[in-house]
């Protein structure tokens, strides 16, 4: 069975799983790809990949996981020294780290008006885990799942920028497969299996936050 997935999700959400699916499955095997690029799984012989996306109509197979819950985040120390923003517009004077391409960040306000902010910053990365490092630092302002961050915000290392407001799009935790094909059993297992899992972990996470 080959699985594709980004590697900041795997590292909390999938590994740690890992040696107790094999205990229960062991006539399975696995190829888990782990990449932060979108990859055709179709042409690459994929057979599930886990995608944390606003889904766009395709002809790939779709089962929602879970909800995928997110915030700007910062640490104390940052907001102590550069100040709280009020408004989306507020952050033009902020450090922001974009993770990939994407420097277009668009809240909704309580009265479900759309705001665009096309955020700026000293460095591109495509790689969330090092998004959440560089905001641990102090560097700047960040986009983050809640699935990633929760456990600083309940601890207090980060606190809610713009609380107020909800980032669009909302996305979802989505395994995505290939079309035209029945479910192989070995994958139903697999996804039954870390779906019970990733819910649990995101609870756990999270759900104790105020979101």
Known sequence: MRVTTSASFARSHIIPFIPAFFNQYPDVTLDLNLTDTIVDIVEQGYDVAFRIVE???????????????????????YIAKNGMPETPQDLLHHTCLPLGETRLWRLVDENGVEHETRVDGPLKVNLGDAVGALVLSGMGIGFTALWHSGPDLAS???????????????????????????????????????????????KSRYGDLDI
């Open 55 to 77: 889904l766009v109509p395709s002809s790939l197979l779709a089962q929602r996981i879970d909800d995928n819950p997110q915030a700007l985040v910062a640490t104390p120390e």
């Open 156 to 202: 207090g290392r980060l606190v809610r920028v713009l609380p107020n407001y909800r980032l669009a799009p909302e996305t979802k935790i989505w395994a995505v497969r290939p079309p035209g094909r029945s479910m192989p059993a070995r994958v139903k297992a697999f996804l039954d299996f870390m779906q019970a899992r990733i819910v649990e972990t995101n």
